[in-house]
């Protein structure tokens, strides 16, 4: 087990041969008491030594307690003080082992009371002082793990150990802080952590001792240091436009990040002491002076304050610039308002961000001299006020805590460093000096006329802005107004947003305030609200310059405004809202332009949705993204995420546009509380699954051979449904069902011939969406039977692949309302149109009933094809059935529904209900017809003529609505119970579009929306009647089954009969 | 003490996982774990040579800093290599892999060079983690994988020395900003004063003296 040693080789004799023991600790010993001079010659025999010690102590303090005694009882510690204490050469080597003995020692104790006597004498006090050679970054390594390791030891027991209440001495923590500022970032982080460690521990004269003598040093020069890297960051912000340097900007803003959150983490161990202390720092030496200074306007550069001066000489005025001020380090406003934004995201001490809102949105000039103290007080009984300024600390954070183990009245510290740059001048004469300077700068190269009327108005604009009284919170808002751009605006709206979602500040305060400042005739909060609508009116322009981002944040900012206060309507004004679904259409007539026949639109807009519904808003996150800082800019080569840029070409100008409709389009339905029911296209809950049971009797069956690339061959039978590519195996039990193996959309199906072997076909299905860019679904090699099965299955593979995607491009042209596709006028109609809607409805209730006929009598023209059997699932299919069933049967029992229904919707009792399952019905069939025959129906009713009579109320038979594409489905399919439904079922979903534009249409919203709310209750009403109906007969197999069976027998009975309709 | 680079690692996975034994077992390889002793430190360096060039690792281990967000942010980034460790004979430091993973590729910078560990393979008579397992895990996320053994110290000197060359690969294809010393490498002072006989560093002396092996 013990090899030999070929270091101890050598003339030391008597060493024992168990290296673990006893005996062996003893031996060392002797080593070292003959070594106690470091020299060149026994220098690698002590760091062997060392070690050996390291390891027998481990083993005893696991072992054999007499190692710990005899180790304790010969101080041995004290030989480690006198030779880490000596200079002569090489003494780092022996100093980096001694120092990883210590550290394996410390580590790996286990024996608390081995713990106690190692840490009894004062040894490692002494350790902990000694001056290193710091410069040896491995030194530096292991002394700072040292500490950091001893910190983790600290407990309300321990800490007597550490810490001496009567000297006021706390090595521990006094020498790990000064190298808080250390250029190697772990040793940062140990720093930090060594520190909240000490912070931890309950003791409340150790805490004493911290908040006395050393918070005031520590923490001033912890905030002067973050605001020397601030400073840094600005300067990488302002020279960095071309986004070329983002590598360190982005590592800036993580290091600040890092600070943040450290601060944020002293703050959470809820000190009270040292937080006031730190609050105050924070506040009065960061925040206030360079943050909050910064949203001030820029003075003139020092050359043209001279100018100013010498032409308000000129002109006779006195003005009085502050020098001294304009030299008060101050970063863009960009910068400011970003900062200002993380602070609220990642601080939530309550007086700090209380504070700092209310300088914020009450604070005015006045602030740079007092600070927050109306706030402070109320949070704090006794403060130490620090006077605002940023400027460096007098004493370094060393000569301070050198100080404080000398006799130094620690109290003092808070005003004695205060060298911070103080503003001097009273508030308004600061505001006044601003305005003056302001206009001085626009009075160069201007006549004599000009100057002696600017003088007038300057007087008046003087006034002005005396009365200003928040000039911040005003260079918040101005801040919104992105007519050139929305690089202000976004980080503006960070900051809005952060300050409302800190839960540090009391909603109900910040309501207040916003709510009861006015600017003029209006609240802030009116105003905030109007430059969101602002913002938001913008984004849906054309070419607007507005980044996603940006819209969604002010789209999330206008709900949580506008939020209820009880269960009241919403806080905004017919006027404001008639805004927002203004924006709303506009974004839709510009999404229009993009609507293309090309198969890219149909993805770009499915996948937008998805990423739309992937990706939450998250401020926080969004802040981590330094690119946010630097002027917004089009290329993706930038890296930057596509949300936070503007677009770039063409596809990705349809992405935004898409992105921006979703977005005002999911706002609206907020404010109506309405529920998506239109999107995404694809309703997955009618969609066949793996492993589902079909009932595919009367079906249109292929069987081939699927090869796979591997070679390995699958018997299959190929369905094609109208969405789906299905390939089935048949079914154990049941003659002529079969088993789903493989579904794929068939939107993504690629077909190619095989030159070689007619009987072949090489079939991909892809993954869909655009952007991701991953391996097939299926790639695979069809063989069949013959050369015409082969030729069917490739025509209705490309059929039902335009088809699907004509279909979908049908629900988007419905969905913006693309002229032509539909009937337009609808919605001009719709628009000045109120619909009736019970109780709040106001007015013109009749008149719903004008138009909302004429929807059916487009459907009545002879020839049009039109949904009709599954109407009543129309609106609740995918969330009602969604539970039970989730195939075929579906779309049977729904066919077979609708037949069940249709006596009823003549009684009368449905009758709503009924309009809107005919509403729904303007159906598929893309073509030339169809959009005739919408034009036609558009005339009369953009010139006014709409009446009831032109539709006919009662419906007619339904079995003489034919859908087209069912018609030629079910020729294709040769009747079979799925063949009728499933299309159907489908493709109504487009119309029902229909009943939501309308209603987000029409000039009082909350009206329409009940309709709608009506209809599907209805529905529902419909749906669950149907449901009760159903008799569930067969018992012996699984409920699942059983009702498919079930609605499978009466289905294929509904459409058996169809069927005979078609032929005839 | 003169190198062309160094590579700054850090260790992270569940506790009891053998973290700072593996790192003793590499920088110190003169502390050979004797039947139940295990031995660990959570700070090391030491000097390999990868194409002629010296090359200085330093890891930190991380252990006992979890308790305070700010400081699990920070220290990811300023690695440029990690080893994500678990423990072959516990299951449920496989099962947390996914939480450290995330918390890594969250915070640190995406060049860094993860390898997945798993250690005490010597204990195969308690595996209750099946090599395949962390094969496929690795597979899935794109790490390097490696079972060792902090104990007999298989597979240790390989696993911190292939996590090196690849992030040298990396600079070389110039993927790493070696300027940027926040990316956890720094460029030595190539004609900073050498004392050949007397590396700095505890690790690289105990390399070159260990006559253990």
Redesign the interface.
């Known amino acids: ?1 013990f ?1 030999s ?3 101890f080789g050598g003339p030391w004799g008597g060493r024992p041969k168990n ?2 023991s006893l005996d062996h600790l003893k031996y060392l010993y002797s080593i070292l008491e003959k070594n106690t001079t470091v020299s060149e010659s026994n220098r ?1 025999l002590l ?2 030594s060392l ?1 050996c010690i ?2 027998i102590l ?2 005893g303090d ?1 072992h054999d307690s007499l190692v710990f005694d005899f180790f304790l009882e010969k101080n041995m510690l004290s030989y480690f003080l006198h030779i880490m204490r000596q200079k002569s050469g ?1 003494s ?2 022996v100093c ?2 001694l120092l ?1 003995t210590l ?2 020692l410390f ?2 104790i286990r024996n608390e009371t081995s713990l106690y006597y190692l840490l009894s004498n004062n040894h490692v006090n002494s350790i902990m002082v000694h001056k290193f050679d710091f410069s ?3 030194v530096m ?2 002394y700072i ?1 040292f500490l ?2 001893l910190s ?1 030891k600290l407990n309300t027991h321990t800490i007597h150990f550490f810490y001496n209440e009567h000297t006021n001495d706390f090595p521990l923590y006094t020498e790990a802080i000064k190298f808080f500022n250390h250029p190697e ?2 040793v940062r ?1 140990a720093v ?2 060594i520190s ?1 460690n000490v912070y931890k521990v309950q003791n409340s004269s150790m805490l004493r001792f911290i908040r006395d003598k050393t918070a005031a040093p520590y923490f001033s020069n912890l905030v002067w240091f973050i605001g020397k890297h601030i400073l840094e960051l600005d300067t990488c912000v302002r020279t960095d436009i071309d986004h070329q340097s983002n ?2 900007l982005s ?1 800036l803003v ?2 600040h ?2 600070h943040l ?2 601060l ?2 002293i703050l959470l161990l809820d000190i009270k002491d040292l937080n006031a202390v730190l609050t105050e720092h924070l506040l009065h030496k960061l925040f206030v002076p360079l943050y909050i200074f910064s949203l001030t306007p820029t003075p003139p550069p020092p050359s043209l304050a001279l100018v100013t001066q010498n032409l308000a000489a000129v002109l006779n005025r006195n003005v009085d610039i502050d020098i001294q001020e304009m030299h008060n380090p101050r970063v863009s406003s960009i910068v400011a308002l970003y900062l200002l934004s993380l602070v609220f995201l990642v601080v939530s001490h309550a007086p700090l961000v209380h504070a700092l809102a209310w300088v914020i949105l009450n604070g005015d000039h006045g602030v740079f001299k007092d600070g927050a103290a109306e706030i402070l007080n109320s949070y704090v009984e006794h403060r130490e006020v620090v006077v605002p300024g940023f400027g460096e600390p007098n004493e370094s954070l060393e000569q301070a805590l050198d100080t404080v183990t000398g006799q130094c009245s620690a109290s003092s510290y808070a005003l004695s460093e205060d060298s911070g740059v103080e503003s001097s001048s009273p508030a308004t004469t600061e505001v006044e000096t601003q305005a003056e300077v302001d206009a001085a700068k626009k009075l160069r190269n201007i006549t004599d006329e000009e100057k002696e009327l600017l003088q007038k108005t300057s007087g008046s604009g003087k006034a002005d802005f005396g009365e200003l009284a928040k000039p911040f919170l005003d260079t918040v808002l101005h801040a919104l107004e992105c007519t050139e751009n929305d690089y202000l605006a976004l980080l503006s709206l960070c900051l809005i947003y952060a300050m409302s979602h800190n839960r540090g500040i009391k909603n109900e305060w910040f309501e207040q305030v916003l709510s009861k400042s006015t600017r003029g005739s209006f609240s802030y909060k009116t105003a905030i609200i109007e430059h969101l609508l602002n913002i938001i009116t913008q984004s849906s322009q054309p070419s607007c310059r507005i980044r996603l981002i940006t819209v969604e944040i002010a789209l999330e900012l206008l709900v949580t405004f506008t939020k209820p206060s009880s269960d009241e309507a919403r806080c905004i004004t017919t006027g404001q809202q008639d805004l927002l679904f203004s924006a709303r259409n506009q974004s839709m007539l510009v999404l229009r332009n993009f609507y293309k026949s090309e198969d890219i639109f149909l993805d770009l807009f499915e996948d937008e949705y998805n990423e739309m519904k992937k990706a939450q808003l998250n401020v926080e996150f969004l802040c981590m993204d330094s690119t946010i800082l630097l002027p917004p800019t089009g290329t993706p080569l930038t890296g930057i995420n596509f949300t936070r840029r503007l677009p770039c070409g063409e596809v990705e100008k349809a992405r935004r546009a898409i992105r921006v409709y979703f977005l005002l389009r999911r706002t609206c339905q907020k404010f109506l509380n309405e529920r998506e029911s239109l999107l995404p296209l694809t309703n997955v809950v009618t969609l066949v699954q793996v492993d589902n049971t079909l009932d595919l009797n009367n079906s249109d069956l292929i069987a081939c051979t699927v090869v796979a690339k591997d070679n390995s061959k699958q018997r299959r039978f190929l369905v094609i449904d109208a969405l789906q590519l299905i390939l089935v195996e048949p079914d154990a039990k049941l003659l002529g069902w079969g088993v789903a193996k493989f579904v794929g959309f068939l939107q993504d199906v690629e077909v190619q011939g095989d030159k070689d072997d007619s009987r072949c076909l090489h079939i991909t299905v892809h993954r869909g969406g655009v952007t991701h860019n991953r391996t097939p679904l299926l790639s695979a090699k069809f063989l069949f039977d013959d050369h015409i099965r082969c030729m069917a299955a490739k025509q209705r593979l490309t059929k039902g692949r335009s088809k699907a995607r004509q279909k979908k491009m049908y629900q988007i042209a419905q969905l913006i309302e693309i002229p032509g596709q539909m009937d337009s006028p609808v919605y001009a109609v719709g628009g000045t149109t109120a619909v009736p809607s019970g109780s709040s409805s106001s007015g013109s209730s009749s008149r719903s009933g004008h138009h909302r006929p004429i929807f059916s009598t487009a459907n009545r023209v002879p020839g049009f094809a039109a949904v009709l059997r599954s109407n009543n699932s129309a609106g609740v299919s995918r969330t009602q059935m969604a539970q039970n069933r989730s195939i075929e049967g579906i779309r049977n029992e729904s066919a077979g529904r609708s037949r069940r229904r249709s006596p009823n919707t003549s009684s009368g009792t449905t009758l709503r209900s009924d309009h809107l399952d005919r509403d729904r019905s303007p159906s598929v069939s893309v073509g030339s017809h169809s959009s005739s025959q919408s034009r036609e129906n558009s005339q009369p009713r953009s010139s006014g003529n709409r009446s009831r009579e032109s539709s006919p109320r009662l419906p007619r038979p339904r079995s003489e609505e034919i859908p087209m594409e069912d018609f030629q489905h079910s020729r294709n399919n040769s009747p079979h119970s799925r063949g009728n439904g499933s299309p159907a079922s489908r493709s109504h979903t487009p119309s029902r579009v229909l009943q939501y534009e309308i209603s987000v249409h029409s000039g009082s919203p909350r009206e329409p929306s009940l309709v709608a709310s009506n209809a599907l209750l209805s529905q529902l009403n419909s749906v669950s009647l149907a449901r009760e109906v159903l008799p569930v007969q067969s018992s012996e197999e699984t409920s699942f089954i059983g009702t498919d069976a079930t609605d499978g027998g009466r289905g294929s009975d509904s459409s058996r009969r169809k069927g005979a309709i078609e032929t005839v | 003490m003169s190198y062309a680079y160094l590579f700054k690692y850090i260790i992270i996975g569940d506790t009891g996982v053998g973290k700072s034994c593996l790192l003793l077992q590499f920088t110190d390889k003169r502390f050979q774990p004797v039947h139940d002793l295990t031995i660990g430190v959570e700070f090391g360096a030491r000097m390999i040579t990868i194409d002629g060039k010296q090359i200085k690792l330093q890891i930190w281990d991380t252990a006992g800093q979890e308790a305070f967000r700010s400081i699990t942010r920070s220290y990811y980034r300023g690695a440029a290599g990690a080893l994500l460790v678990y423990d072959i004979t516990r299951r449920e430091t496989f099962n947390h892999l996914t939480t450290w993973l995330e918390d890594a590729r969250q915070h640190s910078n995406s060049n860094m060079v993860i390898m997945l560990i798993g250690n005490k393979s010597d204990l195969d008579s308690r595996r209750e983690v099946k090599k395949e397992e962390g094969e496929a895990f690795a597979r899935e996320h794109g790490l390097v994988f490696m079972e060792t053994s902090a104990r007999t110290a298989a597979n240790v000197e390989e696993a911190f020395i292939n996590t090196a060359k690849e992030i040298y690969e990396k600079i070389q294809e110039g993927v790493f900003d070696i300027n940027n010393e926040a990316n956890g490498i720094k460029i030595g002072q190539q004609h900073s004063p050498t004392n050949p006989s007397l590396p700095g560093s505890g690790g690289a002396a105990g390399a070159a003296n260990s006559g253990c092996c």
Request: no cysteine; net charge negative.
């Open positions: 087990m090899r040693r070929s270091w290296r673990l690698g760091v062997e070690r390291a390891e481990i083993w696991q090489g780092s080597f980096v082992q990883q550290n394996i580590e790996n040896d970054e491995d390594g292991y793990l950091k390791t983790l970032s772990m982080i930090r952590t909240l590598q360190k590592n993580a290091e990040l890092d959150h450290y944020s983490d």
